[in-house]
Nanobody
Framework: QVHVVESGGGLVQAGGSLRLSCVAS????????MAWFRQAPGKEREFVAF????????TYADSVKGRFTISRDNAKNTMYLQMNSLTPEDAAVYYC?????????????????WGQGTQVMVSS
């Protein structure tokens, strides 16, 4: 069993930055890959970024590539999402997903555990 809790959301002006955190507990943190997803009002949940167990492999949605950085600190049981150059299109609830199953990492069904989400709002 894995329990994950996101934090760090808030209101930021367009062009600004935020750093989201996801703290996990339960199984050994370094034993599973993780990802960030987001869901804007009226839209489907979408993949944002993926990171493997060691943090050596990362991948991003095209919409955030070059602006967002996913990372993890296995000693602190924490995954991060550094978000720069935010636009109103980035506004959403951001979710941490844990325990990647090995299927398509861009699909939410590939993860067994989810946090409650943290709200990101971007003013224009």
């Amino acid at each position: 069993q894995v329990h994950v809790v996101e934090s760090g959301g808030g209101l930021v002006q367009a062009g600004g930055s935020l750093r989201l955190s996801c703290v996990a507990s339960g199984r050994a943190f370094s034993s599973y890959a993780m990802a960030w997803f987001r869901q804007a009002p009226g839209k489907e949940r979408e993949f944002v970024a993926f990171i493997n167990r060691s943090g050596a492999i990362t991948t991003y949605a095209d919409s955030v590539k070059g602006r967002f950085t996913i990372s993890r600190d296995n000693a602190k049981n924490t995954m991060y999402l550094q978000m720069n150059s935010l636009t109103p299109e980035d506004a959403a609830v951001y979710y941490c997903a844990a325990d990647y199953s090995g299927r398509n990492y861009r699909e939410g069904s590939a993860y067994a555990y989810w946090g409650q989400g943290t709200q990101v709002m971007v003013s224009s």
